[in-house]
């Protein structure tokens, strides 16, 4: 899998909720969890982060991380 660099990801925000985001196996994950609860996924294209709000999945339960 592609690792962004750092500098990167210091300013990638999540859209829906503002908050940081951290690289995972599977893509880019929000630090902070969406209204439901649930903590935002985001996919990698060719290495190239997918930020849109109508993309995002909602994941697991910010209390089971």
Sequence with gaps: MVRLTADLMA???????GSPLEQGDAGLVST????SGHLVR?????GIPVLLASSA???ESASDT
């Excluded at 902070?32 to 209204?35: C, F, L, N, T």
């Excluded at 985001?42 to 060719?46: I, K, N």
């Design 11 to 17: 300013v990638l925000r999540c859209p829906v909720t």
């Design 57 to 59: 999945v909602s994941g």
């Design 32 to 35: 902070a969890p969406d209204a």
């Design 42 to 46: 985001y996919v990698l294209d060719e």
